[in-house]
Structure formats: C-alpha cells, structure tokens
C-alpha cells in the first residue's frame, strides 16, 4: 500500500549534513497499522509530511497503491490534493463555527459529493467513531477526546486508502490518551484502511501497531513487530528506546549448542538470543521483568548475587536495584507478592533465552 525507497530530504540545501531524512525504505501492507518510532527530531513527521505531499523530498521515490506520487529520479511530484490519503494532526483542526457533521462533511464536499449519498457517509463516520448522537453540536462544545474523534471521523469519511496520523493522542490526558488508543486500534481494524502513525511514545506504538520502525537521526535502525522489537531487539538504541533497558558492554566468545558465551560486568553469562554474525561493539539486554530471584541452593549458569539496594514500590510492582557482588548493578522487578527490604542478600538468574545480545555500546543507544 506503501512503498518507499531511499527517501532523502533536506531543510537547508546550504549545509551539506542537515538531513532531517536519509535514505529512508519501507513498506506498508495494506490494512497494516504501521508506526514511526523514535525520540524527537528523528524525521518522522518530515517523512509522513513527504508521503502526504506537504513537503517535497530531494531524492528517493514514494509510491502509495499503484501510483508513484514521488519521483526524484523522474521528477514526477504529484499534489497533494490527487493522493489518495487522509491526515489526523496532534492539533485536532477541526472548524469551530461548524457543527460535527458539517465538519465531517466537510472533504466530501471538496470532491464534489453531496446531498443524501454525503449524508449517509456522514453518519457511517461518526457512528464508527461512537459521535453518531453529537451530529448536530457545535464542535467547540466537545471535550479534548471527542473533538479528536471528530478529526478521525473527518479523516475516515472519503474512504482513503492511507490514513496518515502524527502524534494525534499527544493533547490528550493520560487516561483519555490510554482510552483512545484502544479505540483507535479497534477503529483501524473496523474500517480495515491501512495506517501510519507517528508517535515518540514508545508503549502507545507498542499497544497499537502491527509494525513498528524506529529512526534515529532521520533513519530507520530497525522495524519488526512490538514482539520482536521487545523481546529481541538487534541494537542497542531500539533496546533501550522500546521498553525500560539495562545495557552491559559485553564480549562474546565462539557460539556453542546454540548458546553464546559473553563476557560481561556481571561475570560470564550464557545467552540464547544473539545475531548470526556478531560484530565487535556488543551489549547484553536484559530487561528488569525477565530477570528472577534464585534460591540460595540454586546451581547452573547464570546465576549472579548482591544486595538490594534499593527498592522503588508503586502497588503491583516493586523495582529493584541490587548491587552485585561483582560491583555492577542491575534492576529487577518484582511483585508485591513477595517483599524483598533493602540490604536483603539475593541470588538472581538470568534465563539465556532472555539474555540477548544487540548490536552497539551502551553508550552508542544514549
Ligand atoms: N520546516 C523546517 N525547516 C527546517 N528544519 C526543519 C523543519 N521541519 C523540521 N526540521 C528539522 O528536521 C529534523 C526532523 O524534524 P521532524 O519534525 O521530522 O522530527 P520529528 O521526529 O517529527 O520530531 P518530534 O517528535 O519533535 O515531532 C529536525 O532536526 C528538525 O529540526
Ligand atoms: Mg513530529
């Protein structure tokens, strides 16, 4: 549905480095829920403004169903207004003197649908996103989250084929933005149009997407699905960018039985998830959920022990740090099942399927 390869644009011609994207590639499926990660001024609203046609990129080629709407090599740009995509912003822009369902009809009229046919698609929309009873309301008087569900409805009514969305929950409070999220991941699997969404949040392109791509410094470093990107990243940026991370520089031997020894901070360490051919700059990832408390009889590999530190409870889970003997520290998460007090000796074992091994320093992922 998406498809672009090499995508370069830059803001100032005049500073030979001032990319905001570089050689940017990816495709979107089509009914897939696609999502730009990563921290801000990464390039995402610059690259999802160049799929729309708001900004013209310096090379690559952008191609949206069967048409390609952006050619540097052909110099074929088309405008904005012949794509067949809609935009939902983090400012709803939705029309303050018009109603709801004069907002949402709104892009009809523009291609010239009108009357009973443009009413019918009106209240489709506003059905889909659960305002068919505000219809008639001036849109000031909607709340932050109604208003945004105006802009979706908005969005959805000419039936696009691509709906281009950058950071739209961001104005939102915490628990409205959590409540849309659901409704929007619903919304998308109704209406069956495929996504892209820009977010800098990482549980949000967590919770939402089929396909998530993280970019850094305007490039994508790496894309899979939230799963594979959590559970085994392959740098060390999206390692620590997706989810709470801690890092260890580590140096691995030769792999043996599909297990590969590193030496790291914390002593040897045994991992299960590791590249094919790992390059020289390597750390270990393991995430604070995965790793468990031993028995003080416990034996085998990967097994490590200190003190608690510190202990952060907040009701459900309580974070630990615990300073190992080996002088390196790392954090653990814990239930409130089983209180654990600081200076508290323990043993902890990190399971090898869980150790994994990314690609980078930890210094390279700040
Ligand atoms: N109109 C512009 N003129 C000049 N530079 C720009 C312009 N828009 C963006 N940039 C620069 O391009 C880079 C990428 O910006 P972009 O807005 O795409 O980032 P972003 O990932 O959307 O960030 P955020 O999460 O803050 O929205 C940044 O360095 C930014 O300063
Ligand atoms: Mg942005």
Not at 60 to 88: C, H, K, L, N, T
Not at 184 to 191: E, F, G, P
Not at 204 to 222: I, K, N, P, W, Y
Request: with cysteine; proline share 5%.
């Amino acid at each position: 549905m998406l498809r672009i390869r090499g995508l370069v644009k830059r803001y100032d011609r005049t500073r030979a480095d001032a990319f905001a994207v570089r050689d940017v590639a990816l495709d979107v499926g089509a009914g897939e829920f696609f999502t730009l990660l990563g921290p801000s001024g990464c390039g995402k609203t610059t690259t999802l403004r160049c799929v729309a046609g708001l900004e013209t990129p310096d090379e690559g080629e952008i191609r949206i169903g069967e048409s390609v709407v952006f050619s540097g090599a052909q110099g074929r740009v088309m405008p904005v207004a012949r794509r067949d995509i809609a935009m939902v912003f983090q400012s709803y822009a939705i029309w303050p003197h018009m109603t709801v369902a004069a907002n949402v009809r709104f892009p009809l009229e523009a291609i010239g649908i009108r009357g009973a046919a443009a009413e019918r698609r009106v209240a489709e929309a506003l059905e889909m996103v659960g305002l068919g009873a505000f219809r008639d309301r001036p849109a000031p008087l909607l709340s932050g989250g109604q208003q945004q569900r105006v802009a979706l409805a908005r969005a959805i009514v000419k039936g696009a084929s691509l709906l281009l969305l950058d950071e739209p929950l961001s104005n939102l409070d915490a628990r409205l933005r959590e409540q849309m999220r659901v409704e929007l991941r619903d919304l998308q699997r109704r209406v069956g149009t495929t996504f892209v969404y820009v977010t800098h949040d990482q549980e949000e392109a967590l919770a939402l997407s089929d396909r998530v791509a993280v970019m850094r410094d305007g490039r994508v470093v790496e894309m899979g699905s939230p799963h594979d990107l959590y559970l085994r990243p392959r740098t060390a940026f999206a390692a620590r960018f997706v989810g709470q991370a801690d890092l260890l520089a580590c140096t691995a031997a030769r792999p043996e039985g599909g297990l590969l020894l590193l030496h790291t901070a914390l002593g040897p360490v045994l991992s299960a998830c590791f590249p094919d051919a790992p390059g020289p700059r390597l750390s270990l990832l393991v995430r604070p959920e995965h790793i468990e408390f031993a028995e003080e009889a416990a034996s085998g590999p990967n097994l490590v022990a200190g003190r608690i530190a510190r202990t952060v409870f907040s009701g459900r889970l309580v974070e630990y740090v615990v300073a190992l003997d080996s002088g390196a520290s790392l954090r653990v998460q814990g239930t409130s099942g089983r209180l654990r007090a600081e200076g508290d000796a323990v043993r902890l074992r990190l399971p090898p399927e869980r150790c994994v091994v990314v690609e980078g320093l930890p210094e390279d992922a700040e």
